[in-house]
């Protein structure tokens, strides 16, 4: 009897809590979990990305068993007691999988419930000038001062300049902040603080174009009835 196939590399997997992320945060799952590799996320939402990673393995796991056990019992392989024993080692998995899916979406909904009654009450305004800056912050600043003239500006990482008035005004916000720990002159980093994250993640919602509803793969809820041995 051939080996059992290896899981593939872990891919984010749809569930059926997709749409009530993406309503509560305003943006679809692939572009969440981009705002969360690039740091642009306050601590609630990188959560969020966090527990929901995990859920989309569990569903990976519960849809790769599921498939097993339907190739093991689809007539490919000799009735016999190995097959037997495959099958049932194989329904102690799935129904793990399931389980473990089942936590991994408790963890979700937790994350979940803080997130969405905070955006019932509205966030905060920003222009689109200090959406863009607060943006480029994210991806890494320094604020310089010029030797010879005095001169303040702020230079991104991608490359665009922000003017110094705006980083005073969005320190004055509390969206930003720099490291006074380093010489201006040299160059002292600017990041974004969390009250930053949350207005920008804020300020783009629904500025990100939504998928249309995808069905749910084999496995997904609710939970295929696992067969009785």
Known sequence: ??????????????????????????????????????????????????????????????????????RLSGGEFEVDSALFTRIARTVDQLEQATGARAAAAQAVITALEPIEAASAHGARTLSTDDQAALLAIAGGAKLHEHLLTGRMSVTAASGTRIPYARLQRLEGAGLAVRDTGHPVHAGQPVALTDAGRAALFAARRGSTTQRPRTTAPTGAWPPTPTPRR
């Open 1 to 70: 009897m051939p080996p059992e196939p290896a899981p593939a590399p872990v891919r984010r997997a749809v569930s059926p809590l997709d749409h009530r992320v993406e309503a509560a945060t305003g943006h679809d799952i692939d572009t969440l979990w981009s705002y969360r590799d690039r740091g642009v996320l306050d601590e609630s939402h990188a959560h969020l990305v966090d527990v929901h990673r995990e859920l989309a393995r569990a569903q990976t796991g519960v849809v790769f068993y599921l498939k097993l056990l339907n």
